[in-house]
T-cell receptor, first 114, second 109 residues
Framework: DGGITQSPKYLFRKEGQNVTLSCEQNLNHDAMYWYRQDPGQGLRLIYYSQIVNDFQKGDIAEGYSVSREKKESFPLTVTSAQKNPTAFYLC?????????????FGDGTRLSIL | GQQLNQSPQSMFIQEGEDVSMNCTSSSIFNTWLWYKQEPGEGPVLLIALYKAGELTSNGRLTAQFGITRKDSFLNISASIPSDVGIYFCAGPQGGKLIFGQGTELSVKP
């Protein structure tokens, strides 16, 4: 089945620790996205990548980093500089091109602070 | 930044009732997308609208692209318990997708 796989489902971070969230897609999509979701709020864009080896900051990039070394993979690192990392993180992808192209989402990773 | 305003924020209805929710913006959109998110999962695309005035159905769901291009509506007919979830509208702005805050739907059997 084609789709987007996020792992792990649940993740716990200690103070001062960096953690990396995995996102893999086998849809042959060019573009990939990371969103943060907090209770009662819409999705906020962290980073996005339209092609391999290139990515741009979204609206809330501070305290996060990404890489795009392969078309199918777009890992997100939550660094110790992100002081309020507890949230539900969603990865999405689409074929890229016009922004009217709908995005398809993974099932998310819930990050909590220990 | 640009925001999409969804209303109502939450709804508690009886099984079998019809549901209406809407999404408004202060600026024009060329596309409206409606997603549903169930607890602990990612959003799933329900309906995509690309033309002002367009009315599109997906089973018991019907969505409309407002004539002014600043709003969109989603209706669910004869609700069932599995309709429970958060419904998000979204639209592209500046090369990115902007999301509303969501409408949380609860259905009582």
């Amino acid at each position: 089945d084609g789709g987007i796989t996020q792992s792990p489902k649940y993740l716990f971070r200690k103070e001062g620790q960096n953690v990396t969230l995995s996102c893999e897609q086998n849809l042959n999509h060019d573009a990939m996205y990371w969103y943060r979701q907090d209770p009662g709020q819409g999705l906020r864009l962290i980073y996005y990548s339209q092609i391999v080896n290139d990515f741009q900051k979204g609206d809330i990039a501070e305290g996060y980093s990404v890489s795009r070394e392969k078309k199918e993979s777009f890992p997100l690192t939550v660094t110790s500089a992100q002081k309020n990392p507890t949230a539900f993180y969603l990865c999405a992808s689409n074929r890229g091109g016009p922004s009217t192209e709908p995005q398809h989402f993974g099932d998310g990773t819930r990050l909590s602070i220990l | 930044g640009q925001q999409l305003n969804q209303s109502p924020q939450s709804m508690f209805i009886q099984e079998g009732e019809d549901v209406s929710m809407n999404c408004t913006s202060s600026s024009i959109f060329n596309t409206w997308l409606w997603y549903k998110q169930e607890p602990g999962e990612g959003p799933v695309l329900l309906i995509a609208l690309y033309k002002a005035g367009e009315l599109t159905s997906n089973g018991r769901l019907t969505a409309q692209f407002g004539i002014t291009r600043k709003d969109s509506f989603l209706n669910i007919s004869a609700s069932i318990p599995s309709d429970v979830g958060i419904y998000f509208c979204a639209g592209p702005q500046g090369g990115k997708l902007i999301f509303g805050q969501g409408t949380e739907l609860s259905v009582k059997p």
